[in-house]
């Protein structure tokens, strides 16, 4: 098993490699960079960009003077500075390499347009993200798992199909149709207010004791988490319910029957290790979904500041140091995770042998 674990992980670094390189060419087609966008604003608004790190007395001149340089255009000196200060008067296969040296190093750069290290603009968007994916991974398992259960041993009853009935309206309504709904109805949108209508915690809650710091928190992430929960909780229910189904109809179930088994024992004793491997196959694409995928439009409707979109808006400006940071920590996590995930299918059921497979 070793040696499988360090084959895979000596394949990240070229999976790596991949991304950013097709990611980098793609970007290279893509019109409209910073150094464009950053005239085009000193064109209608001047002193838009005075603040830009890095920026020399040239910069400050020309925008004090933007009105009279704006009709005749700006000198081809001021825009080499700005290809210089932004590295693009190298080539593209230089700044490449040196990008790629630095992520190794774990050295993303600073932001184009804001005076923060790219590592501690994530760092300060983390916890949206975080407490997003966390509890609406959790939430999803902890829910869909034993109802997956229950409707499998209970197949063809009234109760699987009133629960298959709401799983399918769940998971016809978009994520972002059901947030707004919930904030319609219990934010205080046109019905009652219970749950606060932004933010991950209230202004004050460096003042609250922690007791009322863990309720406040909780507060204000039950909507986004409850709203995030929906798609993937319709798909793990389905999914537990037909892999159960799959092994409760198995000889060996039969056989343990006949030996005068309880039904508790044969259904987690048995069924349950066998019938949870395609469930945990499926976490890493539930957790990387969540965490990654749905955050963006989650985020924007409750008025949640993390890396959806912090990503979003670097990739309308153009701030490609926080877009291939980003892509390079969010491509490293989901290797991870897949890792993870294969290291889950061995310690449940120890018959799986990734290691000869391979051989």
């Known amino acids: 098993m070793l040696a499988y674990i360090l084959r895979r992980l000596a394949l990240i670094l070229p999976t790596l490699f991949g991304i950013m390189l097709i990611n980098f060419v793609l970007v290279q087609f893509v019109p409209g960079g910073p150094v464009e966008q950053i005239l085009a604003q000193l064109e209608q608004d001047t002193d838009v960009f005075q603040g830009i790190a890095g920026g020399g007395g040239e910069i400050r001149q020309i925008s ?39 992520y190794l190093r774990f050295d993303f750069g600073e932001s184009y347009f804001r005076s923060i290290s790219v590592t501690d603009l994530i760092l300060e968007k983390m916890p949206v993200s975080i407490s997003l994916g966390l509890w609406t991974t959790l939430l999803a398992y902890l829910i869909s798992i034993p ?67 863990v309720l406040d928190y909780f507060w204000h992430i039950a909507l986004p988490v409850l709203a995030s929960t929906i798609s993937a909780f319709a798909t793990l229910t389905l999914l537990t319910k037909n892999s159960f189904l799959d092994e409760i109809r198995k000889q060996y179930v039969l056989t343990a029957r006949a030996k005068g088994l309880t039904e508790q024992k044969v259904l987690y004793g048995h069924v349950f290790r066998n019938a949870m ?61 897949g890792l993870i995930s294969d290291l889950m299918y061995v310690w449940i059921d120890p018959r799986i042998d990734f290691e000869r497979r391979l051989s």
Do not use: C, N
């Not at 704006?70 to 990008?99: C, N, S, T, W, Y």
């Not at 965490?291 to 890396?307: C, K, N, R, V, Y």
């Open 147 to 213: 109802l997956g259960i229950r409707k499998a041993v209970r197949d063809g009853t009234s109760f699987d199909s009133w629960t298959s009935s709401l799983i399918i309206v769940g998971y016809a309504i978009p994520g972002f149709l059901f947030a707004i709904l919930l904030l319609v109805l219990f934010a205080g949108g046109s019905y009652i207010k219970i749950f606060p209508l932004r933010g991950l915690v209230s202004p004050d809650f460096a003042d609250m004791p922690a007791w009322r710091q």
């Open 64 to 102: 004090e003077q933007g009105d009279y340089l704006g009709a005749q255009g700006l000198p081809d000196d001021f825009i080499a500075d700005l290809e210089r200060q932004f590295g693009f008067d190298k080539p593209p296969v230089e700044r490449f390499l040196h990008m790629i040296w630095g």
């Open 277 to 337: 491997l395609i469930v945990i196959a499926g976490f890493p694409a539930v957790f990387v979904s969540v965490f990654f995928g749905s955050s963006l439009i989650i985020e924007t409707i409750f008025s949640l500041d993390g890396l959806g979109r912090m990503g979003f808006e670097a990739a309308v400006a153009r701030d490609y140091p926080v877009v291939f940071g980003t892509l390079y920590i969010f491509s490293l996590i989901g290797l991870l995770i």
